[in-house]
């Protein structure tokens, strides 16, 4: 494998990667018709109360639902759903354990809004605090301010009693390395996708499977090399190929009808250090409208910044849009600001989370999933707890950033970590 990143910006025409990506785009206006036909939750009447969230929230949801249901609090109910993947070394994507930016360094971002007093935190690119969802919130409870980013943030935080810690895992720091090592020419420096002069990737001339093979065989010595576990080498190459993305966002609503959102990431593996995505972002990683709902992001920052995801939602939502149709609006104004390009558009994927103030919800995403048989899932708890399939914008997969052919069928098979 030899293009990187830079080489697809500095080549002009490099033609269009196999056609097999399996993108085709669905009728926008037919999925908004079928949510508006529908019920106004996917499982039946709305109830209340309820609390959605991205799926790797649901281990954590139970507890956080017994805790509303005997009153407590909105936002604390959602901070102690997105606590425990913050609170999880295993989990790369948010907290403890969350993939670095590009210099080995774990940043993190969150924000929250409380309905019930109408207030919002935030905190952006934290270095050594562990719980940001706590700490976004206690700028909002102890500050004049609502957003504080960098070492300001955790200096403020230090002084709140949040305990300064190594967030960097040795499994995070070995990929890291391997990454850095191997992998790093494919980083998030140069024009990027919503440049007009990005092209997509060439195909190889080489057979792709021969090409993947190699390459994913040389990154696993390496891996060995490292010291990474046989168990979690795979998982470990994977992370490197492709940066991955890792969010979890929660929305609440109590039985009186108090809503709270909140949203907490490390934000992209090996970003530019300081880079803020979409989460720390009051109106799009988060939004909450006490008197309309709440709505939240996980996803490509970037593309959900410029659409303003979760304001939008909550904003379509108060002109009458269904949860549904209020989420599949905003992923069209994705799709809108690539006038439809899909050989831009399969390379990223959004997933919104939505609450509306009397328990209707929904989940959609910009495509299925990463691959066949790996939808989007969301999870939910309004009496039953459950993880539910989120509808997608367009049929087919996204395909992995930064660009690279897609991983041959047969190779998949040997990992589920590659699927
Ligand atoms: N939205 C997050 C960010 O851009 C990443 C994610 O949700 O996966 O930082």
Not at 173 to 199: C, E, T, V, Y
């Amino acid at each position: 494998m030899t293009f990187s990143r830079r080489d697809f910006v500095k080549t002009s025409v490099l033609g269009a990667v196999a056609a097999g990506v399996g993108a085709k785009v669905a009728m926008p206006e037919a999925q908004a018709e079928k949510g508006s036909q529908g019920p106004v939750s996917p499982s039946g009447s709305p109830k209340r109360p309820i609390i959605i969230c991205a799926n790797n929230g649901y281990n954590y949801v139970e507890a956080a639902y017994t805790f509303l249901k005997g009153g407590g609090d909105t936002l604390e109910a959602g901070i102690r759903v997105v606590k425990g993947p913050e609170d999880d070394p295993n989990d790369d994507s948010v907290g403890l354990g969350g993939l670095p930016n590009e210099e080995g360094v774990v940043e993190l971002d969150a924000c929250c809004m409380h309905g019930p007093t109408r207030r919002a935190g935030s905190v952006g690119a934290v270095r050594n605090i562990k719980n940001v969802s706590m700490v976004c919130r206690a700028v909002m409870e102890h500050t004049g301010h609502v957003m504080l980013v960098g070492e300001g943030a955790e200096r403020f935080a230090v002084d709140m009693g949040f305990p300064r810690e190594n967030l960097l895992t040795d499994r995070s720091r070995k990929i890291w390395m391997l990454w850095k090592q191997f992998n790093s020419d494919r980083d998030w420096w140069g024009p990027g996708i919503a440049d007009p002069h990005w092209r997509p990737p060439a195909t190889e001339t080489k057979p792709q499977a021969e090409v993947w093979r190699d390459r994913i065989q040389q990154l696993q010595e390496r891996a060995a090399d490292l010291g990474i576990e046989p168990e979690f080498r795979l998982a470990a190459v994977r992370r490197v190929l492709f940066p991955p993305t890792g969010t979890i966002h929660c929305s609440v609503l109590n039985e009186k009808g108090e809503m709270s959102g909140i949203t907490t990431t490390s934000g992209l593996a090996f970003k530019l250090p300081g880079r803020c995505g979409d989460s720390p972002i009051i109106g799009a990683g988060c939004y909450t409208d006490q008197d309309i709902g709440s709505a939240g992001a996980t996803g490509a920052g970037e593309e959900n910044i410029k659409v303003a995801g979760a304001h939008t939602i909550v904003e379509n939502m108060r002109h009458g849009m269904s949860p549904l149709e209020a989420g599949m609006d905003a992923l069209k104004r994705i799709v809108r600001n690539y006038n439809g390009d899909m050989n831009k558009l399969r390379f990223m994927d959004m997933t919104y989370y939505i609450l509306r103030k009397d328990g209707a919800y929904a989940s959609v995403c910009l495509w299925e999933g990463y691959s066949a048989g790996h939808p989007h899932k969301f999870a939910v708890h309004d009496g039953t707890l459950r993880a539910e399939v989120a509808t997608p914008l367009l049929k087919g997969y996204s395909q992995e950033w930064p660009p690279f052919p897609p991983i041959p069928e047969d190779l998949k098979k040997d990992s589920e970590y590659l699927k």
